[in-house]
């Protein structure tokens, strides 16, 4: 067998210590959600459609001549579940992403997702912070801002109000004339907000503008503009957990995957049939949330990269 091109490491990254507190982190998740009457479920690795989350890029392989993908969440077969009326469930579940390398962020991930139907996004957040309480004993103090108030107060713009030269001044050199809107704000979020979030106590993040809702819900914001019921979670600068109220109307849903999927150079990407059919069928109101386990295991350990909390991370996987 060759091995030509592959690294010749073969002993694990993690010390035995962290995989043991990680492992013990785990055991603390599933006490947390049997104590609450929420089904444990394993979800498929390969999915007949894309997952097209906004800014996310899946692997695509060919599998009997057919295009099968990694998913980048368990959301789909979730979702399918608690469309048959399977819930409250939830899954700590491999996760792919491509071109996600770094300090935060791995090609290959677990990704812990739960739904609750009948709850909405206020209620969610809070048993994510119990969560959070349960396995990393951070507490669940926490302040509240909004997209637009996190701009204001840390890159002291108005986000809505700004042209896009005033967001070109905040951002620097790392700013071109490429970008558009969208991706200033991006850009401007990632290097002037996020770091201030999360410092000596959790943030949220809510109230996030109509044209960023993903699959959440549209609702009136404290400001009278349409806002996505949404929320994250950060802690220390890393957004640890993002939730949304689901949003349930199967023709809206498909209009903004449309959206996702004309805006992809792939053409390898396709819509997940059966994850339309099972949102044709009705998703009852509810609300999930997916949250990076393997960031929260490296803040609760007091490590500097996600690669450090698992074994075989991907350059040695």
Known sequence: MSTHGASSEWRPR?????????????????????????????????????????GVTPFTLQVDRTARFLPTSPEHPLKRLVAAGRGPLWTLAPAFRRDE????????????????????????????????????????????????????????????????????????????????RGELLDLLLATRVEPH????????????????AAQARVRRGADGRDCAARFEI????????????????????????????????????????????????GLPACSGVAVGFDRVVMLALGLATVAETMAFPWDIA
């Open 101 to 180: 390398r770094g300090a935060r962020h791995q090609p290959e991930f677990r990704m812990l997702e739960w739904y609750r139907p009948g709850w909405g996004d206020a209620q969610l957040l809070g048993e994510v912070l119990e969560l959070f309480d349960a396995i990393a004993a951070w507490g669940t103090a926490h302040e509240i801002l909004s997209w637009r108030d996190a701009f204001v107060k840390h890159a002291r713009l108005d986000p809505i109000t700004a042209d896009d030269a005033a967001l070109r001044s905040a951002i620097g050199e790392a700013a071109t004339a490429a970008h558009d």
């Open 234 to 281: 950060y802690r220390d600068g890393v957004e640890l957990a993002n939730g949304y109220w689901e949003l349930t109307d199967a023709a809206e849903l498909g209009h903004r995957l449309d959206a996702q999927l004309a805006q992809r150079a792939d053409a390898s990407l396709a819509r997940d049939p059966r994850f339309d059919a099972a949102m044709s069928a």
């Open 197 to 212: 979030l999360g410092r000596g106590t959790l943030t949220v993040i809510n109230d996030y503008p109509a044209e960023r």
């Open 14 to 54: 993690a010390t035995f210590e962290t995989l043991r507190r990680r492992a013990a982190m785990v055991d603390a998740t599933r006490r947390f959600f049997a104590a609450r009457g929420v089904l444990e479920v394993d979800t498929p690795v390969l999915q007949g459609g894309a997952n097209l989350d906004p």
